[in-house]
């Protein structure tokens, strides 16, 4: 996952050796190496890397994918599946970007809405 900022302060993360079921919030970046089933929200970024193995449904600002997500996925801002990274389920963010020999099915939705109002805000910050 060479594309990720160096640094990006992570403030959990779940390894490779470990599996957990359950609901998971957090506010800044997590990453997840290890198993995990659940649900996912937050306001920060989410990093699936290459162990990765995520069941979920995830609402974060942005995800980050070189590993396996089965599940319905929503970013804020940008949704990124590397050349690793498999995706089975439906993607919904405002900007997507699938790496040369990333997997994806399912179904996308790209969000005009948060495009749309940050042209608004670029242009009445011109307009100033």
Do not use: H
């Amino acid at each position: 996952m060479n594309k990720i900022e160096t640094g990006t302060k992570i403030s959990g993360f779940i390894d490779k050796e470990t599996e957990f079921i359950g609901d998971i919030k957090f506010k800044e970046n997590f990453r997840i190496d290890g198993i995990f089933k659940g649900k996912i929200i937050s306001g920060g970024g989410l990093i699936i890397g290459e162990t990765g193995e995520v069941e979920a449904d995830i609402e974060v600002v942005s995800i980050a994918v070189n590993g396996r997500v089965k599940g319905s996925l929503k970013a804020k801002e940008k949704i990124e599946i590397f050349s690793k990274g498999r995706i089975i389920g439906s993607l919904a963010a405002p900007k997507l970007l699938i790496e040369d020999g990333a997997f994806f099915q399912g179904s996308c939705q790209m969000e005009m809405k948060s495009l749309e109002s940050k042209n608004r805000e670029s242009e009445i910050k011109t307009v100033k």
